[in-house]
């Protein structure tokens, strides 16, 4: 059949091809041109089980690897012997078929098509793709199907074909040969279940060397019941929101280090590896200079990875059958040396600033663990590792020798070796159940020649860490506002610090004195630094929502703010003999990227910013600030995201995000509760801040202390109202409520105090106070600060009172409990009681217990389903849309 007349044909038989009023045809498609392949050396020959190289094998072959690749109009394709391509837009004739090309060439070929499927909700649908020749195809990265066989002209299949010579048919036996053609195309079947967003499916098809059918493709969408054809959109342009794949799969920058000069950096990666729910970390070293990689410990099974204090040297550990070996390897002139091997039980080492030495910890383990009548030998003992400990050891670089610098019946924690390695502060904790806040800490300074060990600081309550000044004469302390004798408190008569609000100290080792660097200064401490090369403090804190970095000059007692270009700042690190520093920080509406600080001049640059291509086709709405004053007068911080295409006319369900605790809810990009996810399903997302979340003063902060919601419930009712009020795009009667640990304690709480809300969820909440005091091993220190000095047999208000559970018959709102069925922090336990009075009282409400898990859902595919019922649960109960959820949990009676 000549191919012009083919083409012809096609103009005929257009006007008679019409799509059911359920079914989408893909009428456009991203292609590659045809690429040419080869058969292997020997194709011919049977192998040992007597086949020959087939068309199928050539097919299945991975010539390429696509993960994390986007197809987009003009963008490039490397292929093989250099080979380069370009995906062009072709779209279909009216039969829904787009041509590669007009029948097969000289030689094996290949050819890739790609389209996105776009979804305005959750939909159930029967995907269909029709070719002559072989094809295999991939929805969202994961295979979904292959088609193994080729249709000749004659209806005989696998490449047999009319002859030469043969008379070709004209006019309506065209017509209809054409049609009989096609219906007999072999085809891939799939059934989908998209939730909202942009689906990537790509095909890869295969034209072996044979006359025969033109080499053409037809792909349809057919929707289920209830759904409709306008709910699905192929198309070829990668505009897309943030779904949960986004941040779970790809390479996360985690961590990154500047060496001792400051000439090199260490950044660290991880990368999920699915379907599976493992993982793979690694580290690499680069030049500041030109970013080039001087070396790559990937797949080198290390960890403990970290430069030396002076040189620009690295030392990690690998562990073989349990037993530890200690490495040193130096960036620059490649020498490598083991110092210590077949370690048993090594938990840890830390260099001495003049590289003499380091420091080490081997953990013991302890007795009884497993004893099927364990004697529970105080709170602590119900932790699985309680019994084990920790002592210090020492190792001489140079002699290989050794020394065991502690013993006895407590662990004990190095804190800092001093700047001329003459000797180290270490601490012991013991518990102390006759008063808040449960435990002692002493501190203790060693002589590292002599071991001599002088009491540094003892009976501490509320622990501190230190680290020496660069003149080794003060310790830089954090610690809660109550450490060094409430030295640090900041409240108003009659308050009660909260010792989650971390502050500084600079301890005189000369005669014992304490200032409090960080009086008045309202950000929580999270991590501190007395820089060297400077002399100044820098200080990582929690101001509000933010995450920033503070300068603080010792002899004007200035702080100063250092713009990172980030909202949120993981974790930094400094080269220990230049001004140079290097973190990972996000913006609200951008991945977490590695960054170069110059503290000269306090300018940065981007390093790595892994995540930049898996998110340049991702549209994010606005985040606005919104506050309001609460009737108690205190002036209650917020935000709220916006959906990426925003219309202020219309009206859109609301997300309210509280948790109500001691913490706030920061500018994260990702966590748990990807707020920009949500807002991009549609959503409108208001997260506040209420009274006793550090980072605002310790005041507004020592406001969560005995509070357990008495005003914190108000304030996120008058919030949540008055932000209704004043945005006419937010819709009242579609409002969720949601929080996590103590905030999903307040999500329970707020469901018995008002009907405002349509829907809550709670992940590890707490329903009943006492319960969770008295059960959860970190009940009772945790309740230390939120429930100073108030135990359930003096304050029943408060145990009874405000616990959710005593007024669960006043909740009529449809209430998600999820919580992990291991979680030790706050027990599965306290979602269960809940549930049970919920379902006595004929209460809408769900309980999902994910099963392994702790209170994070950490194990990659229970995130995932643990994520998806979160969001079926939102469109079911704010958008009326239960079919996601009811494709997960069917209705079933037992």
């Known amino acids: 059949m000549k191919k012009n007349s083919i083409i012809f044909l096609f103009a005929l038989v257009i006007p008679c091809l019409l799509a059911a009023s359920d079914t989408v045809v893909i009428s456009g498609w991203l292609t590659t041109p045809p690429l040419e392949v080869n058969y292997p050396a020997f194709h011919d020959t049977p192998d040992v089980e007597g086949n020959t190289f087939s068309n199928r094998q050539l097919l299945l072959f991975d010539h390429i690897d696509l993960k994390g690749y986007y197809p987009e109009e003009g963008k490039e394709l490397n292929w093989l012997n250099g080979v380069s391509t370009r995906w062009a837009s072709l779209t279909t004739d009216a039969g829904g078929y787009v041509m590669i090309t007009e029948g097969p060439g000289e030689s094996p070929e290949v050819a890739y098509l790609a389209v996105y499927i776009r979804t305005d909700r959750w939909i159930g649908a029967q995907l269909e793709l029709k070719s002559p020749y072989m094809f295999e195809a991939w929805l969202n990265g994961e295979k979904i199907g292959t088609k193994s066989t080729i249709e000749g002209l004659t209806g005989e299949e696998n490449g047999e074909v009319e002859g030469e010579g043969v008379e070709e048919p004209a006019g309506e036996e065209a017509e209809d040969l054409r049609a009989d053609e096609r219906g007999r195309y072999g085809h891939v079947r799939h059934s989908m279940q998209l939730p909202r967003g942009t689906h990537l499916l790509v095909v890869k098809a295969l034209c072996p060397p044979e006359e025969g059918l033109d080499w053409e493709m037809m792909g349809s969408i057919t929707v289920d019941e209830p759904f409709a054809a306008t709910d699905v959109h192929p198309v070829t342009t990668p505009e897309t929101i943030k779904d949960i794949l986004h941040f779970m799969d790809g390479i996360k920058v985690t961590g990154v280090r500047p060496s001792p000069d400051g000439s090199m950096y260490a950044v660290s990666y991880r990368r999920s590896l699915p379907p599976s729910d493992r993982s793979e970390t690694w580290t690499d070293i680069h030049r500041f200079s030109d970013n080039a990689l001087v070396h790559s410990f990937r797949h080198a099974g290390i960890s403990r990875l970290t430069w030396l204090p002076a040189t620009n040297a690295v030392s990690y550990t690998t562990v073989q059958d349990g037993r530890t070996t200690v490495h040193w390897h130096h960036m620059e002139s490649g020498e490598k040396r083991v110092l210590m091997e077949d370690i048993e039980d090594f938990a840890g080492l830390r260099w001495s600033p003049d590289e003499v030495y380091l420091v080490y910890t081997i953990r013991e383990g302890g007795s009884g663990n497993d004893d099927s009548m364990r004697h529970i030998l105080g709170l ?59 435990y002692k800490q002493d501190l203790f300074v060693m002589d590292m020649q002599s071991l001599e060990t002088d009491s540094l600081l003892a009976d501490k309550r509320w622990s501190i860490s230190t680290r020496f000044s660069p003149d080794g004469q003060y310790l830089l ?299 959860g091993y970190s009940g009772y220190a945790y309740s230390a600060e939120a429930t100073a000095n108030s135990f359930p047999w003096n304050s029943p208000e408060i145990y009874v009172g405000q616990s959710p559970l005593y007024r669960a018959d006043k909740i009529n709102t449809p209430l998600l409990l999820l919580t992990g069925d291991s979680d030790t922090n706050v027990p599965p336990g306290e979602s269960i009681q809940m549930y049970t009075a919920l379902k006595l009282l004929g209460r809408p409400t769900e309980l999902i217990l994910v099963e392994g898990e702790n209170h994070h859902i950490l194990t990659y595919n229970k995130r995932l389903q643990w994520h998806n019922a979160i969001m079926a649960w939102w469109d079911k109960h704010l958008k009326d849309q239960p079919e996601w959820w009811e494709d997960q949990y069917p209705e079933k009676n037992y």
């Open 380 to 438: 602590l003992d119900r932790r699985a590792h309680h019994r084990h400990r920790s002592f210090l050891y020492k190792l001489d670089v140079t002699s290989g020798v050794r020394t065991r610098l502690t013993f006895g019946n407590l662990s004990t924690s190095l804190h800092d070796i001093s700047p001329d390695g003459r000797q180290m502060v270490f601490s012991q904790s013991r518990p102390d159940y006759l008063e808040r806040p449960y």
């Open 477 to 775: 302390a954090t610690g809660g506002p109550s450490a060094f004798g409430r030295i640090g408190e900041n409240i108003p008569e009659g308050m009660i610090a909260n010792n989650y609000d971390t502050q500084a100290y600079i301890y005189s080792l000369a005669d014992g004195s304490v200032n409090p660097i960080t009086y008045g200064f309202d950000p929580s401490v999270v991590s501190v630094h007395w820089h060297a090369p400077d002399n100044h403090i820098y200080i990582l804190a929690g101001e509000e929502d933010y995450r920033r970095l503070f300068r603080y000059n010792i002899r004007r007692e200035r702080y100063e703010k250092i713009d990172t270009g980030t909202d949120f700042l993981s974790n930094i690190y400094y080269a220990s003999n230049a001004r140079i520093a290097a973190y990972i920080g996000n913006e609200v509406n951008a991945p977490p990227k590695a960054y170069r600080l110059d503290m000269r001049n306090d300018s940065h640059t981007v390093l790595k910013d892994p995540d930049a291509e898996r998110y340049r086709h991702v549209a994010f709405g606005e985040v606005n600030d919104w506050d309001f004053t609460a009737s108690t007068g205190a002036v209650v911080k917020g935000r709220y995201y916006l959906p990426p295409d925003f219309d202020p006319e219309r009206k859109y369900p609301v997300i309210v995000y509280q948790y109500g605790g001691t913490n706030p809810v920061s500018r994260t990009f990702g966590g748990r509760y990807p707020f920009n996810l949500w807002a991009g399903n549609g959503y409108v997302v208001y997260v506040l801040q209420p009274s006793g979340a550090t980072g605002f003063g310790q005041e507004f902060s020592a406001a969560h202390v005995n509070n357990w919601g008495k005003t914190v419930a108000d304030e996120i009712i008058e919030g949540t109202r008055q932000f209704l009020e004043e945005h006419p795009f937010a819709d009242p009667g579609r409002v969720g409520v949601a929080g996590a640990s103590y905030g999903g304690f307040m999500t329970m709480l707020l469901l018995t105090h008002t009907d405002i809300f349509a829907a809550a969820f709670s992940h590890a909440g707490i329903s009943n106070i006492a319960s969770y005091w008295g059960e």
